[in-house]
């Protein structure tokens, strides 16, 4: 259990009112609203992230929620041998990803962003999160567990129908992560790498509706820099894209409305886009989902998986009509017209 007295010492606050709200606390301090959150990784990762938000905020990209520190001047305190985080609570609603201004506003944001993490040195003491030039690799894996994960289906002596739908449809979803490999590393994925190096730049890593918060001006706000990293911005980008684009059965326009908004800010380069494509075409989503159910990583019920397996093969059809709507706009066009050049 939480020991609100502790948290009221150690950050110097008065908790008014305590509520939880969608994994964290919502508090209201004698210092204003604030946002409290457990913190399931270790400290060293924790200084990488606050690192990471003082370095954008330094740099003019403020719109985040700033960690609060402790009476002691760190950042978190400790309860129970349990970390916990105090920030500040952004007030506003989520992006509406239906909502075309919305995402354009969200994109610009996430260029802003990207540029704004330019020459981040993360903080002593701290461990460098990173995945630069690991795709290659992270992409074979995947795709090889999706043979094993098959395996473990087929020795089942009661088949659930999660077993039955995932032997039935693997090989379409393993093909999927063959081509993105090949596409991977027949693109300039590796001079992307030298550059994001260079740069010192981040990516957010989950940019989504609820991590996008617009305030009463409309001001897009970034919170939860958790899994925020080390990475080239193809991946973030793919990433929006795809997290939109499942929502809206895969409408290639919402897809060209986010590349828009975020070219207004920072121009994506021509041969970026092959790469964007790959990490499109991965079937990241089906092989989280496989591994969660396989290896017992979320306790959903029966049910719940079922349904969730059921609804990534019944997209396959529109989602490889928008891969072939993206590479018509954004990859082949602009191969052709570097060989006619």
């Not at 609060?68 to 978190?76: E, K, M």
Request: glycine residues 4%; proline residues 2%; charged residues 30%.
């Amino acid at each position: 259990m939480m020991r609100e007295q502790e948290i009221e010492r150690q950050f110097g606050i008065k908790i008014e009112a305590i509520k939880p709200n969608k994994g964290v606390y919502f508090l209201k301090t004698n210092k204003g609203n604030r946002c409290l959150k457990k913190i399931n990784y270790g400290v060293q990762k924790l200084l990488f992230v606050y690192g990471a938000k003082e370095h954008l905020i330094n740099k003019g990209f403020t719109k985040v929620d700033r960690y609060c520190l402790n009476v002691d001047g760190s950042i978190y305190a400790s309860v129970n041998e349990d970390i916990y985080t105090l920030s500040q609570w952004i007030e506003g609603r989520e992006c509406d990803f239906s909502n075309i201004d919305d995402l354009t506003l969200a994109a610009k944001a996430m260029a802003e962003l990207h540029e704004a993490s330019k020459g981040y040195d993360p903080p002593e003491n701290s461990k460098l999160k990173t995945d630069i030039g690991r795709w290659p690799m992270l992409m074979e894996k995947r795709t090889k567990a999706l043979d094993k994960m098959r395996d473990m289906a087929r020795k089942k002596n009661m088949k659930t129908s999660f077993d039955l739908s995932y032997i039935k449809n693997y090989e379409e979803f393993k093909a999927l992560g063959k081509e993105a490999k090949a596409i991977l590393d027949s693109s300039i994925y590796p001079e992307l790498c030298r550059i994001a190096e260079e740069d010192k730049s981040l990516c957010h890593h989950d940019y989504t509706y609820h991590n996008i918060i617009m305030d009463k001006d409309n001001n897009v706000n970034i919170i939860d820099f958790d899994y925020c990293k080390r990475e080239i911005r193809a991946y973030d980008i793919a990433g929006f894209i795809t997290k939109v684009c499942k929502r809206v059965n895969w409408d290639i326009s919402y897809a060209k409305i986010i590349i828009d908004g975020y070219n207004s800010i920072k121009p994506i380069m021509r041969d970026e886009y092959k790469v964007i494509y790959s990490f499109l075409m991965f079937p990241q989503r089906f092989w989280r989902l496989s591994n969660r159910f396989y290896y017992n990583e979320v306790n959903w019920g029966q049910k719940v998986y079922d349904k969730k397996i059921e609804a990534l093969i019944a997209e396959l059809d529109s989602f490889r009509s928008f891969l072939n709507e993206f590479k018509e706009c954004y990859v082949v066009n602009f191969e052709e017209e570097t060989k006619e050049s």
